[in-house]
């Protein structure tokens, strides 16, 4: 069953994308990629990623949708035809992507208990980490306790982009564009005024 | 004239369940899955909901740009500020152990504070990258 669901969902995902890649119209590309993280999230959640499911479902979906459809609202809607046949960028993409499938043949198989990274510190945060700070959730634990500087980076990351964006859109632009034109403006009039 | 009204009667029933369900998110996170950082997008939704559908002058009413901009910075702070209070009370930085009589329970109430603090960064950026966009249109 869980096979079936799998497989289902991947299809669904190649669908999207392959999709979101032949899409001109930037709105249905828009929609296509918030489609293709519920996907994601499904997926996640079937990998019993649950707080990544719900992170991906949050963000993924529901707030960068709205920031795109935000930005699309300054843009055109429709991607202009390129030019030239990109030849090299589907080369590099074609010789990434099966350097990546080449890389997972050396992975361990999906789900073993003796993985590398099952063996490292993982043990030792699931046994310790109801004695140590009393929280179930170990997710939370790792990332707020044991892992609390990572923690302070992304909110860290979270707030410098926010001040981008903001600096961006806001800051200079428009308002600075009309105060010159204003003083321009101004300096235009008192030069025919002495004329 | 009015032909929004499915569209608005249904944003204003749903937006108390989704101020709820991040409440939930964060103060649950400790047991089930979520924490801040979904909480925190799952309240800015709430007003960017509340802004696409009623328009952003009435989500300026319940969420003023001055104050989303605050909260931006304010996040980071009471996350740093966790670490440094630790760090009075003679641990190292982000060392939640010297924050109650146990350990235990001074882990639980730094991870308590930690995830405030993510909450109120991750909500106010998005709500703040979202009027800047707005604005930007207009």
């Known amino acids: 069953m869980e096979l079936l669901i799998n497989t289902a969902l991947l299809t669904l995902l190649a669908a999207v994308t392959i999709g979101i890649a032949r899409q001109r119209n930037l709105f249905g590309a828009i929609i296509l990629a918030g489609i293709y993280s519920f996907l994601m999230a499904s997926l996640l959640i079937l990998l019993d990623a649950v707080d990544v499911a719900m992170t ?75 004695k140590d700070s009393g929280v179930p959730n170990v997710v939370t634990a790792i990332l707020a306790d044991y892992r609390g500087f990572d923690t302070l980076g992304e909110t860290v990351v979270i707030f410098t982009g926010g001040i981008g964006v903001m600096l961006l859109l806001r800051g200079s632009g428009r308002k600075r564009r009309e105060e010159r034109e204003g003083a321009e403006g101004k300096a235009g009039a008192k030069s025919e005024n002495e004329a | 004239m009015r032909l929004d009204v499915v569209l608005r009667i249904g944003t204003k029933l749903v937006l108390p369940f989704m101020l ?119």
């Not at chain 2, 319940?62 to 702070?77: D, H, N, S, T, Y």
């Open chain 1, 56 to 130: 991906e479902a949050s963000v993924g979906a529901g707030v960068s949708t709205v920031f795109l459809l935000a930005a699309l609202h300054l843009t055109r809607s429709l991607e202009q035809k390129s030019m030239k046949t990109p030849v090299v960028p589907l080369f590099v993409a074609l010789c990434v992507g099966a350097a990546l499938v080449w890389g997972t043949v050396g992975l361990s198989p999906f789900g073993t208990p003796d993985a590398p990274i099952h063996q490292h510190v993982a043990p030792t945060y699931l046994t310790n980490v109801v």
């Open chain 2, 20 to 138: 709820l369900f991040a409440l939930y998110v964060q103060f649950h996170g400790e047991y089930g899955p979520g924490g801040g950082f979904q909480a925190g997008v799952i309240a800015a939704g709430m007003v960017i909901l509340y802004a696409l559908v009623f328009g952003v002058a009435r989500a300026k009413l319940i969420a003023p740009q001055r104050l989303v901009e605050f909260m931006v910075p304010l996040g980071v702070l009471i996350y740093a500020g966790t670490g440094v209070v630790t760090m009075l009370l003679g641990q190292n930085f982000l060392d939640y152990d010297v924050l109650d009589h146990t350990a235990r329970h001074g882990r639980e109430r730094g991870i308590f504070w930690v995830e405030i603090g993510v909450l109120v960064t991750v909500a106010s950026t998005m709500i703040a990258i979202f009027y800047a966009f707005v604005e930007r249109g207009r």
